[in-house]
Each structure stands twice: as C-alpha cells, then as structure tokens.
C-alpha cells in the first residue's frame, strides 16, 4: 500500500530478453543483509518487550490477516482512484468503523496528502495508529515518517527508528531502507547492543521467532558473535519451525547464493516453498523469477504468474505489476492489454508508483 519505487531487473534466457518488475532475489538478498543487523538489534528488544510485558510472542505477518467490511474498502478504493475523493472517504470510514486496518492506513493517507480533506499530521497519525494496531506494516512505516520529520509530532529519529523496526517485523522493505538511512546518514546510532545482544539470546532460548531468526544473522555476519555459519543454518531451521518464514526465505536466499552452504538451487526453491506456504510474498516473488528463466531454472511463465498471483492475493503490489507485465506481454498468460491495465490499476490504487507509470504509459500508447 505504500508508494515505492520498485525495483527492475532484466533477464535474458534463450536469447530473449524479458522485462521482470519485482525486487530480485539478489536485490532482496541485499536488503536482508544489508539491513538485517539494525533491524535486528531493534526490532529483537522489541519482541522481548513484547513477551515480557504480555507473556505471548507479537502476531506478525506471516499469516495474512482476513480485513472485515472488505467491500466497503474496495469500493472506496476505486473512488479513490477515480479521484472522488468525497466518496472514497465515506466508503473508507465505513469500513474502518468495521474494524478494517487498511481502511484506518488509507483515511490517514488522505489526511497526509490533504485528498479532499484539509492536510492534517495529527489526524494523520490518529488513523495511521489505529491502522498499526491490526498489524498494519504501512502504517508503522508512516508513522515513523511522521516521526523521522517532525510533521504533526515532535521529531524523534529514536521513535521512528522504532517505528520502522516494528514494519519490517511485519515485512515492509521500505521501511528496511527507511531506518538504514537513519542509522547511516542522519547519525542515529544503537546503545548498548552487548546488553541488547543478552536479550536476543535470553528471547531465542525460549523459542521467540524472530529472535532465532536474529541470533542466527549475528552467527552468519560474525555480528556480536564469531562467525559460524553452521550454527546461522541451525538458527535459522530453528526460528521457521517457530513460525518465522524470513528464516525460510533466508535459508533460500544462501542457498541459492552458495553463502555458508555449497550453492543449490533445489534447495533454494524448497526453501522459498516453505517460506510461501506461510504467507511469505518475497519468497513468492523469488520463485517467480526463478521460473522466469533465473539461475539455470527452466522457463516456465505459467509457474512464474502462479506465483505472482499467490503473492497479490495476499495485497503484494509488487506481484501485481508482474502480473500486469505478463499480460501486456503474454508471458505465461494469452496477451491482453485489458486484463494488463486491470492489474497495473489495482497496485496503483495501493499507491504503487511503478504501476502508476504503466498505466500512464499504456494510455500514451494508445491502450
């Protein structure tokens, strides 16, 4: 639902070069690892605060979250993107006063933006924080900017640092590069992290998920702890049998890779399968690129779009511009441009940026 700039990858197999949106398996490799000790180190005091304080581990999302009122905010949705902005909000209150988090994200969005409504921070932050409590990652992500930026708050970098840990718990990449851009260009450093360091290993030790998942990281990047990729690969089978489908995207993601394992690409897509079957997207997305041709994988398009359209069943953005590009081009699928803008429209109503330049450029063309 947050308006990001996705990312391209050109791929070239049997001497055709197909045009892929998504982020890549490499590109999604980077992010995780790149990221992944600054997200950890928060995102794990975090998790401890939450086990200690209610004595149950934070719902994350690695099971999609069934929204009431769904057509209300469809429906809103579409007036949204015909710019009734009036009707749009009616239909969007209707469906938040049902308790539909998306909704609560999306009024929050008109205030920030002023979409028929005055530009309100405060009122924006009121809607944003009710859409957090479902478990909203985009809301998180807003909040944090609200935060990082002094709009309608005080600005606190720490807030919004905590703020983006919390989204990319729950999955939002953006919020990943949000915190490292805190962390690496506006000064905002972590305190303590031997301390920190204590907790992770005292939440891992009673089965907390993403706190496996984290030890493992430390263990793979030599982070606080000696390196020993053995135990990272330990870790990681540890904390996706305790619910954690990043451990199983990762466990992929070096498999394929060949990092702290020999390369194999079997085991890859095996892993990036038990990764999907609990709702992770990008391990989705993974395995759509790979049956685009990636990595030695036979071509198969008609996989490659299964996968896609698992991924924006569960409200990937990403996967429905993919879908978009497959029509367009009848890449697994019989070409239309019909069912083409019907894709890149919907992840344009979820303020997808890349879709909003395809449906711009489709109308140029004549479509």
């Not at 993107?81 to 539909?100: D, S």
């Not at 095996?270 to 041709?293: I, R």
């Not at 069943?313 to 890449?331: K, N, P, R």
């Amino acid at each position: 639902m947050v308006a990001t700039d996705e990312i391209m990858s050109e791929t070239k197999a049997a001497g055709k070069t197909t045009r892929r949106r998504g982020t890549s398996v490499a590109s999604a490799a980077m992010v995780v690892r790149t990221c992944s000790n600054l997200v950890s180190l928060l995102s794990s005091a975090l998790a401890l605060l939450v086990l200690t304080s209610t004595g149950k581990a934070a719902k994350t999302s690695s099971e999609p979250v069934r929204q009431p009122d769904i057509v209300d905010y469809q429906r809103g949705l579409r007036a949204e993107t015909q710019r009734h902005y009036g009707a749009a909000m009616a239909l969007l209150k209707k469906a938040a006063k049902a308790g539909n988090g998306d909704a609560e994200y999306e009024i929050g969005y008109f205030y920030a933006e002023g979409w028929g409504v005055p530009r309100d921070y405060r009122m924006a932050m009121k809607w944003y924080q009710k859409a957090a409590t479902t478990g909203n990652a985009a809301a998180g992500l807003r909040i944090g900017m609200l935060y990082e930026n002094g709009l309608g708050v005080r600005k606190s970098l720490r807030i919004a640092a905590l703020w983006y840990s919390k989204s990319s718990v729950l999955g939002d990449a953006h919020a990943l590069a949000k915190l490292w851009t805190i962390c690496h260009e506006k000064g905002f450093t972590t305190r303590d992290a031997g301390r920190i360091l204590k907790f992770v290993q005292k939440s891992a030790a009673s089965g907390n998920a993403e706190a496996l998942y984290d030890l493992g990281y430390f263990y793979e990047n030599g982070l606080l702890l000696p390196v020993s990729f053995p135990h990272a690969m330990t870790l990681f089978r540890k904390a996706f049998n305790a619910g954690s489908s990043k451990a199983a995207l990762m466990l992929g993601v070096s498999y394929q890779q060949g990092v702290g394992v020999e390369k194999n690409v079997k085991k890859a897509i095996k892993w990036y399968h038990k990764a999907a079957a609990v709702g992770n997207t990008q391990a989705m997305e993974n395995l759509s690129l790979l049956y685009s041709g990636w990595d030695g994988v036979k071509r198969n398009f008609r996989k490659a779009i299964s996968w896609d359209k698992r991924a924006a069943a569960l409200g990937d953005t990403v996967a429905m511009v993919s879908i978009g590009f497959s029509y367009e081009h009848g890449l697994g699928v019989p070409q239309s441009y019909g069912d083409a803008i019907y894709w890149y429209k919907k992840a344009a109503s979820l303020h997808n940026a890349q879709a909003v330049g395809d449906m711009a450029r489709l109308k140029a063309e004549g479509h």
